[in-house]
């Protein structure tokens, strides 16, 4: 993961951390190590650290609770080892959103066994416009609600604002902070 010449791929692995953390969601923040060369990435609960290797792969590291089990399901070109992962023939001309996105999915992997993110993107304006989103970011994104709208969950005691809409491949709920996931599950359950 060593710099490229081109101006378009230039980026340290802070840069792909912070980018990575975007996408993660709100729950999640950044810091820099010395130089850029490392990053961690990290909620409440779990710490990731970024860093390149002596062989130049991209690596993330983290330390597991003593009953956890290394993950089972993860993202294309990502191999596990006891003290964490790394992506298989990462190269920063793959672009820093792309690269954010496979690191962001290694996270969420790891913490929830699931490598599906829901990426925040801005309001679509169209059907069409969250289609191409859907085809850019994958099949669960989530965005402003835009206007009033009640959360989809029954499980509320009275009706609750929804902060977000979810959509999974185009079916799409509202939901408040606390049920985005749930939502993103049922959305996926109603269309398979």
């Known amino acids: 993961m060593y710099p490229h010449p081109d101006d378009q791929t230039r980026f ?13 969601g709100r729950d999640w923040a950044v810091k820099r190590g010395d130089w850029g060369v490392s990053a961690t ?10 860093w390149v290797d002596e062989s130049g792969d991209l690596c993330l590291d983290y330390t597991r609770p003593s009953d956890e089990l290394l993950p089972e ?4 070109g990502v191999a596990v080892y006891p003290g964490g992962m790394f992506f298989e023939a990462a190269r920063a001309t793959e ?9 962001a999915s290694a996270v ?17 304006t169209s059907g069409d416009e969250l ?5 850019q970011c994958g099949p669960i994104l989530i ?8 959360c989809h969950s029954a499980e509320h005691d009275a009706p609750t604002v929804a902060e977000r809409m979810v959509s999974y491949c185009g079916f799409t709920l509202p939901a408040c902070g606390d049920h985005e996931a749930a939502a993103a599950e049922f959305a996926r359950e109603w269309t398979t």
Do not use: C, K, W
């Not at 990435?41 to 970024?50: A, G, K, P, V, Y």
């Not at 399901?73 to 294309?76: A, F, G, L």
């Not at 790891?110 to 490598?115: F, L």
């Not at 965005?143 to 009640?150: N, S, T």
């Open 131 to 135: 289609g191409r989103a859907h085809a």
């Open 108 to 124: 969420q992997a790891a913490v929830t066994g699931t490598s599906e993110l829901m990426i925040e993107i801005p309001a679509p």
């Open 143 to 150: 965005y402003p609600a835009g206007r009033p709208l009640i």
């Open 95 to 103: 672009g820093l959103f792309a690269l954010s996105v496979r690191v």
């Open 12 to 24: 340290s692995i802070f840069d792909l951390a912070r980018a990575a953390v975007r996408t993660l």
């Open 73 to 76: 399901v993860m993202p294309n």
């Open 41 to 50: 990435l990290f909620n409440e609960s779990r710490t990731f650290l970024l």
